[in-house]
Nanobody, 125 residues
Framework: VQLQASGGGLVEYGGSLRLSCAASGFTFNYYAFGWFRQAPGKEREWVSCTALFGGNEYYVGSVKGRFRISRDNAKNTVYLEMNNLKPEDTAVYFC???????????????????WGEGTQVTVSS
């Protein structure tokens, strides 16, 4: 099982980045996926979650309207499009997966089954 996150980097205030998470070793279509982040000195927090393909999307309040999660079942990849980035978005971003059963549940609020290594996002002011 592998979740490989990529796409992080250094961006200026108001800029954009797109993170990718390539999954392998399990049946992608059966899993919900989430993006989490951890800033220095802070606990890891949930950022966004997508249920099974075609299902609901969820966002923490601080990123609503700026971030968008999507999944490509053909490519076994999950994306996080991040726009209007702010310095407070600076963190290591992780993707994670959890076996899902329906289109509605926010599976990221419970324990995740698989985690990937993080990718650093730094937003300069």
């Amino acid at each position: 099982v592998q979740l490989q996150a990529s796409g992080g980097g250094l961006v200026e205030y108001g800029g954009s980045l797109r993170l990718s998470c390539a999954a392998s070793g399990f049946t992608f279509n059966y899993y919900a996926f989430g993006w989490f982040r951890q800033a220095p000195g802070k606990e890891r927090e949930w950022v966004s979650c997508t249920a099974l393909f075609g299902g609901n999307e969820y966002y923490v309040g601080s990123v609503k309207g700026r971030f968008r999660i999507s999944r490509d079942n053909a490519k076994n990849t999950v994306y996080l499009e991040m726009n209007n980035l702010k310095p407070e978005d600076t963190a290591v971003y992780f993707c994670a997966a959890r076996r899902a059963r329906n289109l509605r549940t926010n599976y990221c609020l419970g324990g995740m089954d698989y985690w990937g290594e993080g990718t650093q996002v730094t937003v300069s002011s």
